[in-house]
Structures are given as C-alpha cells and as structure tokens.
C-alpha cells in the first residue's frame, strides 16, 4: 500500500521482461508499487523493441503467431506474478493483469473460455484478467468472478458502464463462496487530450473533465459496496510537458483506490509531498462543470463513446501488430 492512511495503492502500467527483475523489483522493494499491469499495447512495444524475446521468438518458429505471442506473454506475467507474491500474501494486492484477446471483445463464451485459459496457464493466484467493459464482457466478468478469479474491468468511460460491471460482480459473488478482488479501471487523461483545446475556445478549464468523470464514477462504485471492489484509474499517463508528469497521480488521490500509472508518472510522483486525498470532488461543482460543458454544445457522452470505441480499436491494433510480426 503506497498511502496506508489512505488504503491507496499504486501499480506500474508496464510489463517488459528485463524491467520485471530490475525495475519492478526495486519498486516493490523500496514500498512504491504494489502491483502491475499490462494491456495489448504495452506487450507491442516490448515484444518488438527488447531484445530480451529474441532467442524465446526464436524457438517457438513452429507455432502460429498467437501461440508465440502468448507463450511470451504468460512467462512475463509469471515473473512480474512471482515478483509481487509476498505483497499478495500479506493482503496488499500483489497483482499483475493481462488482458484477453481484443478481437473476443463481442463473444463472452470466447473470452471466458480464454481467460479460463489464461489463467490455469499462468497458475498463479495473484493474475487479474482484464476483461474490456463490453455487452458481452460483462457476462464474462460475471463467470470468472464465480469461479473466484479476479477481474480487472477495463476501458471504462461511463457511468454506465461502470455499474454494469458492478452488477456483473454481484451477480458472481452470488453463485460463489469464494472471495475475490476486482477493480474497475476508469480512464482519464485520455478525455482530456481529446477535449481540451474545444473546452478552452469555450473559456472552460482544461485538464478537469477526466478527473470529474472519474470522480463521480469513483463516488458510484464505493457507493455500492461490492465486496473487495475498487476503482483503478488508469490512463493516468501526460503527453508533452504540460502538465507535470505526476499530475494524474495528484489530482486522484483517493480512498481505497488504485492507481495504475506509466513509469515517469511514478518516478515524478513519489519525490513530492502530495499525500492526501482529492477525490471525491464536490458533487454540486462535478454538476457545474458538466453544466457549463453542456451549455458550450459540446456532447460528452457522444465524446465518451467515441474514447471507447477508439480504444477497443487501439488494443486491437496492437494485438494484430503483435500478430503481423510473429507471423
């Protein structure tokens, strides 16, 4: 736990196979990071840019191109897992995520049958799958929390969306006796780099509408009281120099949270003082920005859905780069 008065813990969004046995390490050694994730994109870049998967790629020649990605995969997972384990022993999350095939994003039997798989491949306990907030992901979500494995919701832009999860959680608990973690990953930064330059030609503040969206789905899921759910934020990381790299991590501090964060949003964070909570902001000022947004013209939730669809293609994009090259 990174703030313990806070119940407030801190991830590294990277996985990288070299990083895991220097980085990650010192990281979980020096009380930083208590947890790590990963997503199609961060296994894109470090499948085609490290040298450390060469001679593993090398071998596995004879296999199709999903086989070798995941066989690259899942030893990573089983690293950063191995790493992480005495913080999950102790109750202090200890987990890594990795996400199912993108391409399943629309097909729960498909994505509940390969998180099954995944998982029993990985054969640790402290593995979050990461399930896309979909129609369809919703259902799966639902199965794998009854079969008592944790569920790392993701791509949340909406209320909406978030709250089917929730009651896709309920609903798993219900058919269980086992207790088990979730979060669910709300994005933010990415709202604001597609919003800002239109809010400030309307005089609207910039850099705010992310974290009031996430603070009012944070207020929603610690309203419900799901059994060992959280909110995660991710999305966290700054494009450019403005603002400063830790901005996201300040900004939402909250209780009982999760921040999933890239690398120099970490390292900026953990030399300043900022320690106590942010979020949730006032409900009646979260109301007067989405008022004032709303009176500009400006159709948020036509913009949220937009991030939601550019992101499940992102992630399918990098999956299928991963893919081309293995082939």
């Not at 391409?103 to 979050?128: G, H, Q």
């Not at 399930?131 to 079969?147: F, Q």
């Not at 400006?298 to 499940?312: K, N, S, V």
Request: hydrophobic residues 45%; proline residues 3%.
């Amino acid at each position: 736990m990174y703030i313990e008065e806070l119940k407030f813990s801190l991830w590294a969004d990277f996985i990288e196979r070299d990083f895991i046995t220097t980085g990650l390490r010192r990281y979980i050694q020096e009380g930083i990071v208590n947890g790590a994730t990963s997503n199609p994109a961060i296994f894109k870049n470090a499948i085609l840019n490290s040298e450390a998967y060469k001679k593993q790629l090398q071998g596995l020649r004879h296999v199709t191109p999903k086989a070798r990605y995941e066989a690259v995969a899942i030893d990573d997972i089983r690293a950063a897992a191995d790493e992480l384990r005495s913080l999950y022993n102790r109750g202090d999350s200890g987990y890594v995520s990795i996400e199912v095939d993108p391409f399943l994003c629309d097909d729960a039997t498909a994505t509940l049958e390969e998180a099954k798989r995944l998982y029993r491949d990985i054969d640790r306990p402290n593995v979050m799958i990461k399930v896309p907030a979909t129609t369809a992901g919703y259902d799966a979500m639902e199965a794998l929390v009854a079969a008592g494995i944790a569920v790392n919701a993701t791509l949340i832009f909406k209320m909406e969306q978030a709250l089917e999860c929730l009651n896709a959680f309920k609903r798993g608990i219900e058919k269980s006796s086992q207790s088990v973690d979730t979060v669910i990953s709300i994005f933010v930064s990415r709202i604001d780099r597609a919003l800002d330059d239109t809010l400030r030609s309307n005089g609207i503040a910039p850099l705010q509408a992310g974290i009031y969206n996430a603070s009012r789905i944070y207020a929603a899921i610690e309203a419900a009281q799901v059994p060992k759910c959280r909110a995660l934020f991710a999305s966290t990381g700054v494009k450019g120099k403005s603002p400063q790299a830790s901005y996201y991590i300040e900004q939402m501090l909250a209780p009982n949270s999760v921040n999933t964060a890239p690398l120099d949003a970490i390292d900026a964070y953990v030399t300043t003082s900022v320690r106590e909570a942010r979020l949730p902001v006032d409900a009646d000022e979260v109301n007067r920005f989405f008022a004032s947004i709303e009176h500009a013209g400006i159709d948020f939730d036509a913009l949220l859905q937009q991030q939601i669809d550019e992101g499940l293609e992102a992630f399918k994009a990098a999956f299928q780069e991963i893919l081309d090259t293995l082939q």
